[in-house]
């Protein structure tokens, strides 16, 4: 009995992808008429569901194809990270979606969106990106496309909220001398260094500018948000 226009949640939901077809699908119409969001937590619940079953094991998500194909607004996030619930993790928006292509089968933009977009939408949040007319949340990586983002997980990243660079992270990769004899110098691999810093905002170029920056600079990409997701 909430009322309509209110931001209603209901996280995990694992037990809907263990359902008949059709018990499931009359679920998911109701969810989708109610417009109750969806937080999926691969990493929490792929790791504390199947204990018991150690053939067939559950997958540890909700239906997330259903669910996405009926209209049901979708998030994803983190939840438990290096707590009793769930001994790793690191709260990385591009660690849930590569978890969200392995085991729910989605596509890379699809398993973005669940991080981005539909992470915002199921938190009430408004529309952000580079692009215009969206509030200035995101961040800037370097890599060639959105799947090679969700595939590498650069961790040189910049983080732009409200059109300001609040934190950046810089990895340096250094290399040995290396002679004609070897190595020469006292460092026997390689090794990276990374460093991350935070500085006061400061403005950067519009998104509406961003086509227009040089090959070279970080791929801008939709808006990150807290992978924590809702509580139930």
């Known amino acids: 009995n909430w009322p309509r226009g209110r931001t209603r949640t209901a996280s995990h939901c694992v037990r809907l992808g263990t359902l008949d077809a059709a018990r499931r699908g009359a679920i ?6 109610a417009d109750l969001g969806i937080a999926t937590l691969p990493i929490t619940n792929l790791y504390l569901q199947g204990w018991e079953h150690p053939v067939a094991t559950p997958r540890g998500l909700p239906p997330l ?4 194909d009926v209209g049901v607004r979708v998030g994803a996030g983190a939840d438990n990270v290096r707590d009793p619930f769930n001994p790793v993790g690191r709260s990385d928006a591009l660690e849930t979606a590569s978890l969200l292509v392995t085991a729910g089968h ?27 007319g969206a509030q200035a949340d995101f961040l800037a990586i370097r890599a060639a496309n959105l799947a090679d983002a969700t595939a590498s ?3 040189e990243r910049i983080v732009i909220h409200r059109g300001r ?12 001398s290396v002679g004609l004899g070897g190595v020469t110098s006292h460092a026997a691999a390689v ?12 403005a950067v170029v519009p998104p509406s500018a961003v086509p227009r920056l040089p090959a070279h600079a970080p791929t801008p990409v939709p808006a990150r948000v807290p992978t924590a997701a809702p509580a139930s």
């Open 153 to 155: 997980a650069p961790a």
């Open 165 to 176: 660079v609040v934190a950046a992270t810089e990895v340096r990769r250094v290399l040995p």
């Open 106 to 132: 989605l596509s890379p933009a699809e398993a973005y969106d669940l991080v981005s977009h539909g992470a915002r939408s199921v938190m009430g949040l408004a529309p952000a990106g580079a692009v215009p």
């Open 65 to 68: 194809r259903e669910l996405l």
């Open 28 to 33: 998911i119409r109701e969810v989708r008429d």
């Open 191 to 202: 090794f990276p260094v990374r460093t991350t810093t935070s500085q006061p905002p400061r």
